[in-house]
C-alpha cells in the first residue's frame, strides 16, 4: 500500500478526542488496582475481581506510551521553530509543576508537624523523605527498597521518570534526523528489556527492574517510535499498523500463557510481556490518532465519561494513591458494620475513594491548576516554516486515510 507523503511538520496538530479517552482508561485503571487491591478478598468473586484489576498496573505503561507519542509528536512538529526550547519547557512545567508542588509544598511546609502525627504518624517519616521528592528522584529511592516503601505517595516514582524524559528528549529530537530517532528508540528500547532482566536476576528483591528511568524508557521510546513512524515518506501505513496490532495482541497472549504454564525463564518471558503490552498501545494509539476504523472503540473512547477522567487524569493520579494509601491505613469500618455483605460494603469502599479522588481532581484542576494552563498560550508551539506539500490520501476498504500529523493530540 502506498504510504502518506505528508509531511508532519507543515501542519497544525489538532486535537484527537480518542486520546482523551485513551488517559481516562489509563486512570482507571490504575484507580482501580489501587483501591481494590488495598481491600482483602474473602470470596471467589471478591479474588477474581481482585486479579482482573490487578492489571490496573498496565495503566502506568499506557501512560508512558502515550507520552512518548504526543510529546515527541510536538517536538518534531515544531523542530527548527523559534522558541523550540522554551516553549516545550515552559508549556510542560506550567502543567506539571504547580499541582506536582503544590501538593509537596501542603504536605511537607503548610501541615504542621502535629497534625500529620495525630493523623497517621507514617507522614512523618513520609517528610523525612521528602529531598527525594523535591527534586524528581522518587523512584531512585524506591529502587534500592523491596517495597513501594514511601508512605502515600510512592507512586510519584512514576511522575520522576516521566519528568526525566521530558528533560532529555527534546535535545534528541533536535539534534537527530527523523531516521536517526527511530533508530535510537528502538535501541533504547532493547537496552531497557536487558537492563530489567539484569536487576530481575542479580537483584530480585529490590524494584530497580520496576521504577529506574532506564528499566521503563521502552514504553515511552515505543510511544515515541510509532509518533516518529507517522511522519515524512515512508510513514506506516493502516494496513502496516493493524498487521502490527495483531501480531502485539498474539505475542502478549503466547508470552501469558508461557508464564502461566511453564517454570522456565520467567524473568525474560515477564520483561518481554512488558515491552509487548507497550507495543501493543504504542500501535492502538497510532491507529486511533489516524482515525481510521475501529468504530466500536473510538465510540467508547469518545464517551463524555470517559474522557472527562482523561481531562484530570493527573490530578486523579496525584491524588488517588494518597486517597487509597489514607483509606488503607484508616479503613471505613462503617460501611461493613452497616452493611451485612462485605462484597457491597467493598465496592462502596471504592466508589467512595474513586469519588474523592475525582471531587479533589476537579477542584484541583478548575481553580487551581487552570490558572497556570492559560498561561500556556504566551508559549504556543509554533510548527517551522515549510513549503505546503500537495496531500496524499490513501483509500483502503472504503475508508479515507489521513496523515497523522492533521490528527494528532496536544496535551
Not at 524528581?136 to 507512586?155: A, D, R, V
Not at 530497580?208 to 511522519?231: E, K, V
Not at 516554516?385 to 486515510?401: C, D, R, T, Y
Request: aromatic fraction near 14%; include cysteine.
Amino acid at each position: 500500500m502506498p504510504s502518506n507523503v505528508t509531511s508532519a511538520r507543515t501542519l497544525r496538530m489538532a486535537h484527537v478526542p480518542e486520546l482523551d479517552g485513551i488517559r481516562g482508561v489509563a486512570v482507571a485503571g490504575v484507580m482501580l488496582m489501587h483501591f481494590v487491591g488495598a481491600i482483602p478478598a474473602t470470596n471467589l468473586l471478591e479474588r477474581i475481581v481482585t486479579k482482573m484489576v490487578s492489571y490496573g498496573n498496565w495503566g502506568v505503561d499506557l501512560f508512558f506510551v502515550l507520552s512518548g507519542f504526543l510529546i515527541t509528536g510536538i517536538l518534531v512538529d515544531s523542530k527548527g521553530s523559534s522558541g523550540y526550547l522554551r516553549n516545550f519547557y515552559m508549556r510542560r512545567s506550567l502543567r506539571i509543576f504547580p499541582l506536582y508542588y503544590g501538593v509537596l509544598f501542603l504536605l511537607f511546609v503548610v501541615i504542621p508537624d502535629s497534625a500529620l502525627r495525630a493523623f497517621d504518624p507514617q507522614l512523618l517519616e513520609m517528610k523525612h523523605l521528602q529531598g527525594w521528592m523535591w527534586s524528581y528522584l522518587t523512584n531512585f529511592y524506591l529502587g534500592s527498597e523491596t517495597s513501594w516503601s514511601i508512605p502515600y505517595i510512592s507512586h510519584f516514582w512514576s511522575l520522576a521518570i516521566e519528568e526525566h524524559f521530558y528533560l532529555v528528549w527534546p535535545f534528541v529530537i533536535m539534534l537527530l534526523s527523523r531516521e536517526s530517532a527511530m533508530r535510537l528508540c528502538v535501541l533504547l528500547a532493547f537496552v531497557s528489556f536487558g537492563l530489567r532482566i539484569a536487576f530481575e536476576s542479580t537483584a530480585p528483591d529490590l524494584l530497580y527492574a520496576q521504577t529506574l528511568t532506564s528499566c521503563r524508557l521502552d514504553a515511552l521510546c515505543i510511544g515515541s517510535w510509532f509518533a516518529l513512524s507517522g511522519r515524512g515518506e515512508n510513514a506506516l501505513d493502516m494496513s502496516g499498523a493493524r498487521r502490527w496490532l495483531g501480531f502485539a495482541a498474539a505475542g502478549v497472549v503466547a508470552l501469558s500463557l508461557w508464564h502461566i504454564f511453564s517454570n522456565s525463564g520467567e524473568v525474560v518471558v515477564l520483561s518481554l510481556k512488558n515491552s509487548a503490552v507497550a507495543v501493543l498501545f504504542g500501535v492502538f494509539i497510532y491507529l486511533m490518532a489516524q482515525n481510521s476504523g475501529f468504530a466500536l472503540a473510538r465510540a467508547g473512547l469518545k464517551a463524555g465519561w470517559i474522557r472527562n477522567l482523561g481531562k484530570y487524569s493527573y490530578g486523579l493520579y496525584v491524588y488517588h494513591g494518597i486517597v487509597s494509601y489514607a483509606i488503607f491505613r484508616h479503613p471505613p469500618v462503617l460501611f461493613y458494620q452497616m452493611i451485612g455483605s462485605h462484597t457491597v460494603a467493598a465496592l462502596l469502599q471504592v466508589t467512595f475513594g474513586i469519588a474523592v479522588s475525582l471531587a479533589l481532581a476537579v477542584l484541583s484542576y478548575e481553580l487551581y491548576e487552570s490558572r497556570f494552563l492559560r498561561l500556556k498560550r504566551f508559549f504556543d508551539h509554533a510548527p517551522a516554516a515549510a513549503p505546503v506539500p500537495q496531500p496524499v490520501h490513501v483509500v483502503s476498504s472504503g475508508v479515507q486515510e489521513h496523515s497523522l500529523a492533521e490528527l494528532v493530540s496536544r496535551p
